[in-house]
């Protein structure tokens, strides 16, 4: 069993930066690849990024490669999201999810577990 928490989230203005961070308990968090979600009022959940449990792989969306970067730190258990040059298209409500599949995966129904999420809002 894994539980999640994100933080992090608030309003930023266009083109600026957030840092999410997404803290995990349980002894086995490092056997877990994590990844990012987001989604948007009246939009299905979307893909953002993953990485393996060993951090050694890390796998984007198209639309924030370039701007946003996920790293995790086993020892604390915890994953996050560094986003830069943030976009009012970047609004959602982020999840942070825990998969066993050895596999960088970007199917939510691969993740096991999920936080409860985390309200990111750009402004123009």
């Known amino acids: 069993q894994v ?3 994100e933080s992090g989230g ?3 203005q266009a083109g600026g ?3 999410l961070s997404c803290a995990a308990s349980g002894r086995t968090f490092s056997s877990y690849a994590m990844g990012w979600f987001r989604q948007a009022p009246g939009k299905e959940r979307e893909f953002v990024a993953a990485i393996s449990w060993s951090g050694g792989s890390t796998y ?3 639309s924030v490669k370039g701007r946003f970067t996920i790293s995790r730190d086993n020892a604390k258990n915890t994953v996050y999201l560094q986003m830069n040059s943030l976009k009012p298209e ?3 409500v982020y999840y942070c999810a ?3 599949i050895v596999v960088v995966t970007t ?3 691969t ?4 936080g409860q999420g985390t309200q990111v809002t750009v402004s123009s």
């Open 3 to 5: 539980q999640l928490v």
């Open 111 to 114: 993740y096991d577990y999920w």
């Open 60 to 62: 984007y969306a198209d």
């Open 98 to 100: 825990a998969s066993s």
């Open 90 to 92: 970047d609004t959602a």
């Open 17 to 19: 930066s957030l840092r």
């Open 10 to 12: 608030g309003l930023v």
């Open 107 to 109: 199917t939510p129904l």
